[in-house]
């Protein structure tokens, strides 16, 4: 699922500039992940950045119950692609909120999850499903970080933008990523059926499909609409 709300590059502020380099292996060592993951790593990564680091302390916003800092990470790509679950593996080992930058060809792909601590375990994170931002040429014009009350809103307001909803009155993250994951996989039983079809030779069951795919599509539609 991709949104087009976010047209323009973030210029983050110099004064959160961060510049480190990231070892695959220091990741490997704090999220475990298998041996098909690893090789979606050196397939898939050329190098991580941690960009910057957006806390009280570099941007002047006070932090919130839920989020102290939000990390920017840039990822060098191969051939464009990336998995999710390599994002998810550099989650996993950064107990922090992280927006990605993914970076190929001369384009920027911003991509998120809504990454909570797990009630139960304050040491473990709830991790959503990710959405992300279309491609982003980088010679675009480069546009502020949103203007906020606390780092909470600001992490909101990253998401919001990477939403393929939007967002309604009174509702919070937890109630979009609700939404956002219903429509994803509302969306994934469509292509699913849509495959089907191509396939199917009988015509009473190519109607039989048809029916149920539209029904989906009208869900999907609905659920857009909601947001």
Same mark, same amino acid.
């Given at each position: 699922? /991709?949104?087009?709300?976010?047209?323009?590059?973030? =210029?983050?502020?110099?004064? =959160?500039?961060?510049?480190?380099?990231? =070892?695959?292996?220091?990741?490997?060592?704090?999220?475990?992940?298998?041996?098909?993951?690893?090789?979606?790593?050196?397939?898939?990564?050329?190098?991580?950045?941690?960009?910057?680091? +957006? *806390?009280?302390?570099?941007?002047?916003?006070?932090?919130?119950?839920?989020?102290?800092?939000? %990390?920017?990470?840039?990822?060098?790509?191969?051939?464009?692609?990336?998995?999710?679950?390599?994002?998810?593996t550099v989650?996993?080992?950064?107990?922090?909120?992280?927006?990605?930058?993914l970076?190929?060809?001369?384009?920027?792909?911003?991509?998120?999850?809504y990454?909570?601590?797990?009630? =139960?375990?304050? *040491?473990?994170? &709830?991790?959503?499903s990710?959405?992300q /931002?279309?491609?982003?040429?980088?010679?675009?014009?480069?546009?502020? +970080?949103?203007?906020?009350?606390?780092?909470?809103?600001?992490?909101?307001?990253?998401?919001?933008? $990477?939403?393929?909803?939007?967002? %309604?009155?009174?509702?919070?993250?937890?109630?979009?990523?609700?939404?956002?994951? $219903?429509?994803?996989?509302?969306?994934?039983?469509?292509?699913? &059926?849509?495959?089907?079809?191509?396939?199917?030779?009988?015509?009473?069951?190519?109607?039989?499909?048809?029916?149920? +795919?539209?029904? $989906?599509?009208?869900? &999907?539609?609905?659920?857009?609409?909601?947001?």
């Amino acid at each position: 699922m /991709s949104s087009s709300f976010i047209l323009h590059p973030y =210029a983050f502020p110099k004064a =959160a500039a961060f510049g480190r380099m990231v =070892a695959k292996g220091k990741i490997y060592e704090h999220a475990a992940p298998t041996k098909k993951v690893k090789e979606l790593f050196i397939t898939q990564v050329e190098k991580i950045i941690w960009s910057y680091k +957006l *806390s009280p302390a570099t941007i002047n916003l006070p932090e919130s119950a839920g989020v102290k800092e939000i %990390q920017i990470f840039s990822v060098s790509l191969k051939n464009g692609d990336l998995s999710h679950e390599v994002l998810q593996t550099v989650d996993k080992a950064i107990p922090s909120p992280i927006l990605f930058e993914l970076l190929f060809n001369g384009r920027t792909r911003y991509v998120g999850a809504y990454k909570r601590p797990n009630e =139960a375990d304050k *040491s473990k994170w &709830i991790i959503s499903s990710y959405f992300q /931002s279309a491609w982003i040429d980088d010679d675009a014009e480069r546009v502020k +970080l949103p203007v906020v009350l606390n780092m909470e809103a600001l992490y909101q307001a990253f998401l919001t933008a $990477l939403s393929p909803l939007r967002f %309604q009155k009174g509702e919070n993250l937890n109630d979009m990523v609700v939404k956002i994951d $219903l429509l994803g996989v509302k969306e994934r039983e469509a292509e699913k &059926i849509e495959k089907r079809m191509e396939k199917e030779k009988q015509f009473n069951r190519r109607v039989e499909m048809n029916r149920a +795919l539209n029904e $989906l599509n009208r869900e &999907i539609e609905n659920l857009k609409a909601e947001g």
